[in-house]
């Protein structure tokens, strides 16, 4: 019987979690302890980091976790190469479970910025209402450019914020294209900032920016090592029951 850890923080780690409870396969759902009130699974779950790599194989061989499925977010590219580097240390089968990234469609006018401080950098100039919806972690790096008027999308309320000229929406999405096009209506929002996360549960907003007809910046994707990737949770089944 296979012993699963599943990296998580997204909607399609979620996905899996169903499927393995479900299916009666035993299975520990991995959170990093970002928010103060991360999502219940239906699977044991445990919170906080590893100590590293090394902590991580340490995690892996003193529960016998025979596989683990980093199911974490595309930009989470630390904990990423953390697992393909603790996996190969515990040779310990690792599959990812990957989404792909967004494309621009007809009618999209987006700017690809390479990583966080093109972003940044890519905001100078006069005072604009910017949609800054990158979560708080990387906030303090937009306090480069102070001049605009920032709208944040945060999970949790924050304590301080490095921006002085912002309005906070606390809210952790999956979000609708009409909550998203009015909130951004409301706010006369008028260019967005946004990660290519790919997937279902963030792509509201450019779907509200391209009916209103807004520039968007979007972050490309942090480089991760090779690894096997797998594209649904029927894919993982698989890869579990054959490796
Ligand atoms: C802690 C665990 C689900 C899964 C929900 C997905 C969808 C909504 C979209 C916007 C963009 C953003 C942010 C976002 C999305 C899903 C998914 C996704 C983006 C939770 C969660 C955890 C986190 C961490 C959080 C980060 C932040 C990023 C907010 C749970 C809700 C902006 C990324 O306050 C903080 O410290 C927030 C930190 C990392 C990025 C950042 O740099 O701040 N996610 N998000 C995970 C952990 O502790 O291990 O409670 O579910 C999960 C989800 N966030 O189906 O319910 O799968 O992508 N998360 C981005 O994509 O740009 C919001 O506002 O439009
Ligand atoms: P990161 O920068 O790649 O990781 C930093 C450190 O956080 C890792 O080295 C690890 O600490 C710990 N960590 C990260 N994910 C973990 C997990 N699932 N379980 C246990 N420890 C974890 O990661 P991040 O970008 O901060 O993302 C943190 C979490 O938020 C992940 O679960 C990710 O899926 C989720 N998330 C992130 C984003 C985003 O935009 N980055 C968006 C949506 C969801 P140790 O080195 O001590 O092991």
Same mark, same amino acid.
């Given at each position: ?18 499927? %393995? ?19 219940? $699974?239906?699977?044991? =779950? ?22 683990? %499925?980093?199911?974490?977010? &595309?930009?989470? @590219?630390? =904990?990423?190469?953390?697992?393909? !580097? ?9 599959? +990812?479970?990957?989404?792909? @990234?967004?494309?621009? $469609? *007809?009618? !999209? ?14 905001? +100078?100039?006069?005072?604009?209402? %910017? ?5 708080? =972690?990387?906030?303090?790096?937009? @306090?480069? $450019? ?10 949790? *309320?924050?304590?301080?914020? &490095? ?5 906070? /929406? ?9 909550? *998203?096009? +009015? ?6 929002? $008028?260019? /967005? %900032? ?20 807004? &520039?968007?910046? =979007? ?5 991760? &090592?090779?690894?096997?990737?797998? +594209? ?5 089944? !698989? ?5």
């Amino acid at each position: 019987m296979p012993n699963l850890l599943i990296l998580g923080g997204t909607t399609e780690a979620n996905a899996l979690a169903k499927s %393995v409870a479900d299916q009666g396969i035993p299975a520990t759902y991995s959170y990093a302890g970002r928010v103060d009130n991360p999502r219940s $699974q239906p699977v044991p =779950m445990r919170v906080g980091g590893f100590g590293g790599a090394a902590g991580l194989a340490r995690y892996i061989h003193e529960h016998g976790v025979s596989h683990v %499925v980093d199911a974490t977010h &595309p930009f989470a @590219a630390q =904990m990423s190469r953390n697992a393909v !580097d603790a996996c190969a240390r515990a040779a310990t089968p690792l599959a +990812a479970l990957t989404r792909p @990234a967004w494309v621009a $469609q *007809d009618g !999209d006018n987006w700017q690809h910025v390479p990583d966080i401080e093109a972003a940044v950098e890519a905001l +100078a100039g006069p005072a604009r209402r %910017v949609f800054l919806a990158v979560g708080r =972690m990387h906030l303090h790096d937009f @306090a480069a $450019q102070p001049q605009h008027h920032y709208l944040l999308r945060l999970v949790d *309320d924050p304590d301080a914020l &490095p921006l002085p000229k912002s309005d906070v /929406i606390v809210s952790r999405g999956p979000f609708s294209v009409e909550e *998203d096009r +009015a909130l951004m209506e409301r706010h006369h929002t $008028q260019l /967005i %900032v946004s990660k290519n996360a790919g997937g279902t549960g963030a792509r509201a907003k450019l779907d509200a920016a391209r009916a209103l007809g807004l &520039p968007v910046l =979007m972050i490309d994707r942090p480089t991760l &090592p090779k690894r096997t990737e797998l +594209a649904n949770v029927t894919q993982v089944l !698989d890869w579990l029951a054959h490796t």
